[in-house]
């Protein structure tokens, strides 16, 4: 069992940064997806910026150029640096991870999720 602990969320003021950061405990499989997924009230989850085992990055529309999904292998830990923040990317951030043991066995873990809000 994968237990994912996020930190670094918080209140910023429009324009500002802020780095969120997930590590998974004990360990996490060699073949695995972490991601960030994002949710305000009323809305479904959405996926903001994911990073496979072997480095490949993908991101959502609406934070390209302005986030970036990175991961430190030695701490099982992901990190997403969010820069040019906006108000609306006020949400619960959530860190998700799959473990990835065969084309059809996989497993999922999400985080408890971490507030971000953007207002001045």
């Keep these: 069992q994968v237990q994912l602990a996020e930190a670094g969320g918080g209140l910023v003021q429009p324009g ?3 780095r969120l950061s997930c590590a998974a405990s004990p360990s996490i499989s060699k073949r695995n997806v972490m991601a960030w997924y994002r949710q305000t009230p009323g809305k479904e989850r959405e996926l903001v910026a994911d990073i496979t085992s072997g480095g490949d990055t993908d991101y959502a529309d609406s934070v390209k150029g302005r986030f970036t ?7 099982n830990t992901v990190y997403l640096q969010m820069n040019s923040l906006k108000p609306e990317d ?3 951030y959530y860190c998700h991870a799959r473990e990835i043991y065969s084309t059809d ?5 999400w985080g408890q999720g971490t507030q971000v809000t ?3």
Excluded: E, H, P, Q
Aim: aromatic share 4%; glycine share 4%; proline share 0%.
């Design 90 to 92: 006020t949400a619960v």
């Design 69 to 75: 999904i990175s991961k430190d292998n030695a701490k």
């Design 16 to 18: 500002g940064s802020l």
């Design 105 to 109: 066995s996989v497993a999922d873990y």
């Design 118 to 120: 953007v207002s001045s």
